[in-house]
């Protein structure tokens, strides 16, 4: 019995082992001998053919999210077209030299619209390992090909270029819209590798609506062409060039903002005209309270971010000294006070006692009405109304028009968000900034909008939509509504309210004002403003500031049109400019509002 166990364990053990030898003798077969054979229906061997199995891919879209303006024009994420080439077949490489011109034409062809010259071309093409999307020669995407050439491009039929859609973040070029931001490349995460292209390393909102909204914007998943390959870098003979998507009928979400991006640019382009170097211009609804515009200066580029450059910054968003502008908050405190009216008669020296304060260089607008010293801005009034007036007075009738403090729309629990709140980096301002002083000198300073006074171009032009309001704060509102990929509502964003603690100054106060702004135009410092093609009012403003050391200023004009069907308010603020140079505000405040009357009514 034992033996016969014995001898059974022992065949089976035989019949193991050579069976292991013969998988053994096959394995050196296969490596050593038919490794190097062809392997049947194809030109390949299977060694080839292991290696073969390998794919180049370029992305298209990084999946991320969209942001349109009011019209539903693109601002970040607009689909471009573009010429994108895929490495040649080795058979193509290799006829390349023998083409002779008649032949080539579609290939010369091509080389006029992407503007290159033929042999570049045919060199860079020859040499492809990866798929490329012709590049624009202007900033880090690819060429952008208008939809004729898009359409000559495909027709031309050459082999291994495409016309493909793709998802262009920024186009490259200097802009005034800071409130967008831009992306950086988010911290390297673990197992995630950079494509040879560069297009896939994951990036992250840095600054404005880019980053504020991250969570909406962030990506579900690229879409890529690619092409099958050989070990060299070959196309595969017959292996088209595909697309895959993510295929999400929800994804990426589209973003709708209030901006109007052709009064944008034209604003861009006309502060860019006027010389103005430093500063800020916003546009409001003056329905709604919605930002139409936010222009600040200096340019940006969201493709090259300098950290200590500081031309990300978004100015309207920062606070800066407003001058003679803060002349409506004094009158609106002292009218809600009842401390002056609209005909009180002043009189203006030129000098103003203690504070050594002047007015109009020291010679004085003599007898004038509270109207007639808010038209030509005479210090002297305004100085004599602060007298009357407490630094609280001063300092909640400024709160009461949303200045000092954040204005801006927000929203708790909102699209996950537990506060959503689409502006970053508001200012609040400032209209005191120690205990509030009972010094009759401090009061004085304040009251024309000076020493501590610190307003942003976005709370100024919003100051006026308030007076429009009848007194009613609005929160100033960038992003209105929130899409689907398929076009379905995700969440409408309403306009709302932005009130205080420090509660609202009268209707009748803010017509008084309203009025008042209208004066400046037809018979104070804004008389210039009188050949816009719709009638405006405003404010102006001068504020001396000191910059490093040295005597700088800032000019200001805000205010509304057309006056009698007020549609827009508007700020522009001049920043750091030398000292009595031209009032370079009030000009621009003249063209802006003559583009908005030309679009308006276009
Ligand atoms: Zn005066």
Redesign the pocket.
């Known amino acids: 019995m034992r033996n016969n166990k014995h001898r059974r364990v022992f065949s089976g053990l035989l019949i193991l082992s050579a069976a292991v030898a013969v998988l053994i003798l096959r394995l050196a077969w296969v490596q050593l001998i038919m490794k190097e054979q062809t392997v049947p229906g194809t030109k390949y061997t299977m060694a080839k053919m292991a290696e073969i199995q390998s794919e180049r891919e370029t992305v298209l879209d990084s999946g991320r999210g969209r942001l349109y303006d009011r019209k539903s024009e693109p601002l970040a994420g607009e689909t471009i077209w573009t010429a994108a080439f895929f490495p040649q077949e080795e058979k193509a490489k290799k006829s390349v030299t023998k083409v002779v011109y008649e032949e080539d034409k579609p290939m010369h062809r091509l080389a006029e619209i992407l503007g290159v010259s033929y042999e570049q071309l045919l060199n860079k093409r020859s040499s492809l390992k990866e798929p490329l999307l012709w590049p624009s020669s202007v900033g880090k995407g690819p060429l952008a090909l208008t939809p004729a050439q898009a359409e000559e491009v495909s027709a031309l039929g050459i082999d291994g270029v495409s016309v493909l859609p793709f998802a262009r973040r920024y186009d490259g070029n200097l802009s005034g819209r800071q409130w967008l931001g831009y992306l950086s490349e988010a911290a390297t995460q673990a197992g995630i590798k950079a494509s040879p292209t560069g297009l896939r390393i994951p990036m992250t909102g840095t600054d404005g609506l880019e980053k504020t909204l991250e969570p909406l914007l962030q990506g579900v998943g690229h879409t890529e062409a690619y092409a099958q390959v050989d070990a060299r870098g070959n196309r595969l003979p017959g292996s088209p060039i595909q697309v895959r998507a993510p295929g999400n009928p929800y994804f990426p979400l589209s973003l709708y903002t209030t901006i109007d991006k052709k009064l944008q640019e034209e604003i861009e382009e006309l502060a860019l005209k006027s010389g103005m170097k430093e500063g800020a211009i916003v546009v409001l609804d003056t329905g709604t309270g919605d930002i139409e515009a936010m222009v600040s200066l200096p340019f940006y580029n969201p493709e090259k971010i300098s950290p200590q450059g500081g031309e990300w910054n978004n100015r309207a968003l920062q606070a800066a000294v407003p001058g003679s502008i803060f002349k409506i908050v004094t009158a609106a405190a002292a009218l809600e006070a009842g401390v002056t009216s609209a005909d009180e008669l002043f009189y203006?020296s030129g000098q103003y006692e203690k504070y050594g304060l002047s007015?109009?260089k020291g010679k004085?607008?003599g007898p004038l009405t509270l109207v007639q010293g808010f038209a030509?801005s005479?210090?002297?009034?305004f100085a004599a109304l602060a007298e009357r007036l407490s630094g609280v007075q001063l300092q909640s009738t400024a709160l009461a028009l949303g200045l000092g403090r954040d204005i801006s729309w927000q929203a708790e629990k909102t699209l996950g968000f537990p506060l959503l709140k689409p502006l970053s980096g508001e200012q609040k301002g400032t209209i005191f900034t120690t205990l509030l002083p009972d010094d009759k000198g401090a009061r004085v300073q304040t009251a024309i909008g000076q020493r501590d006074v610190q307003v942003t171009p976005l709370q100024a032009a919003n100051l006026i939509v308030t007076l429009l309001h009848g007194g009613e704060v609005r929160a100033p509102r960038i992003l209105q509504r929130v899409t689907f990929a398929n076009g379905q509502k995700l969440e409408e964003l309403p306009g709302h309210l932005s009130p205080s603690s420090a509660g609202k100054i009268s209707e009748s106060t803010a017509r008084q004002l309203l009025s008042m702004m209208r004066k400046v135009v037809t018979e104070g410092t804004g008389t210039r403003l009188q050949s816009t093609y719709w009638p405006v009012a405003g404010k102006s403003g001068t504020a001396q500031t000191l910059v490093k050391g040295v005597a700088r200023n800032n000019q200001w004009f805000i205010g509304y049109g057309p006056v009698d069907h007020p549609r827009y308010a508007v700020s522009v603020a001049v920043e750091n400019v030398a000292p009595d140079s031209p009032h370079l505000a009030i000009k621009l405040f003249g063209q802006i509002f003559d583009l908005l009357s030309a679009s308006s009514e276009a």
Request: proline share 0%.
């Open positions: 203006c007015c109009l004085g607008h030509v005479c210090n002297t009034v």
